[in-house]
């Protein structure tokens, strides 16, 4: 059964870093194309960044481009989102998602109807 467990959310003031991991289980992470994700209230979700295996390409949304990486760990069966310089309007639910492909060998979002999804964790940022 696969299953996806985010964690690291929490209160940061406005500049400040996180670091959100998203544990797998049911499946080898590894060779396997993985997103972040966020929905802020009442907005749609919208993708963060996307990876598309340990060795392969890094899609960077235009908000994640210089401040946000995503980094795994085969050996945990983990995937990290280190988020720096945080600002208040990215107060969201962030979610890591089996929602990422490769086109042309690059990586781009998925389907986000499609593929298995985490409970979410939540990312507060104060002023």
């Known amino acids: 059964q696969v299953q996806l467990v985010e964690s690291g959310g929490g209160l940061v003031q406005s500049g400040g870093s996180l670091r959100l991991s998203c544990k797998a289980s049911?499946?080898?992470?590894?060779?396997?194309?993985i997103g972040w994700f966020r929905q802020a209230p009442g907005m749609e979700r919208e993708g963060v960044i996307c990876?598309?295996?340990?060795?392969?390409?890094?899609y960077y949304s235009d908000a994640a481009k210089g401040r946000f990486t995503l980094s795994r760990d085969d050996a945990k069966n983990t995937v990290y989102l280190q988020m720096n310089n945080l600002k208040p309007e990215e107060t969201a639910v962030y979610y890591c998602a089996t929602v990422c492909r490769e086109e042309g060998g690059r990586a781009t979002f998925g389907d986000t109807t499609r593929g298995s999804w985490g409970q979410g964790t939540q990312v507060t940022v104060s002023a």
């Open positions: 049911g499946f080898t992470l590894d060779r396997y194309p």
């Open positions: 990876s598309t295996s340990s060795d392969g390409d890094t």
